[in-house]
């Protein structure tokens, strides 16, 4: 819808909130359902006229960032930012919000977002049950569109804080980058265009864009 809405001419700032999916699409194709009135499901369209192609990753990390701040505020709940575009819980490390950022045509990008708040897939953490009660969507929805608003204006800041506050960081990770193969290593920052940086077993620096990415430790 979104989407659409951009190629008619939509400004930027169009935001588009679901009660429910039945068809949604995160990375790498994968589905994305949620049942009605379980999840925070939004959209936000953005023209990023100021930032260079090569760094529209950092739109992705601006919402995470966003994510996180959002969960801090209303809910009392330190959540992780797992490269390039999760949010898990704290300790169990069980996924709770997936973000996903895609060009459209005219240099438009839709940021989506799908966070759990009062119940999820098997397995996935849910903020109600972080919190230890229930949240607002509706507060949650407007402490994260003001904390993305803020951080549009500063993207060297993005890239800053992400990589200081990015849980890959740190850790020893598989990157299965599909028909490229599988990178194992230490991943080492994020840079100033959101690409992780691995350390290879065999000590290479590799920048990477695209990868599904597994903590080993």
Same mark, same amino acid.
């Not at 999916?21 to 949604?24: L, S, W």
């Not at 990770?173 to 028909?179: F, I, K, L, S």
């Given at each position: 819808m979104v989407a659409e809405a951009a190629a008619a001419g939509a400004t930027e700032g169009l935001v588009v909130v679901a009660d429910f999916?039945? *068809?949604?699409r995160g990375r790498l194709d994968r589905s994305w359902e949620a049942a009605p009135g379980d999840a925070l499901l939004v959209s936000v369209l953005l023209r990023p006229d100021r930032l260079a192609v090569e760094r529209w990753h950092l739109l992705s990390a601006a919402a995470a960032l966003s994510a996180r701040s959002a969960? *801090? $505020?209303v809910a009392g709940v330190d959540a992780r930012i797992k490269w390039p575009n999760d949010l898990l819980a704290g300790e169990s490390g069980a996924k709770l919000a997936g973000i996903l950022a895609e060009a459209t045509v005219g240099e438009v990008v839709v940021v989506g977002m799908g966070l759990n708040v009062h119940g999820g897939p098997p397995g996935a953490a849910v903020l109600d049950h972080l919190a230890g009660r229930r949240i607002s969507r509706s507060e949650l929805l407007e402490s994260w569109l003001e904390a993305l608003e803020r951080r549009l204006d500063d993207w060297d800041a993005v890239?800053? $804080?992400y990589s200081k506050g990015c849980n890959t960081v740190g850790k020893r %990770?598989? %990157? $299965?980058?599909? *028909?490229t193969g599988v990178l194992r290593g230490l991943a080492t920052r994020v840079d100033a265009a959101g690409r992780l940086i691995v350390r290879s077993d065999s000590s290479e620096e590799v920048a990477v864009s695209v990868g599904d990415v597994t903590h080993l430790t």
């Open positions: 999916q039945t *068809a949604g969960c *801090a $505020d890239a800053s $804080d %990770v598989n %990157v $299965d980058r599909g *028909a």
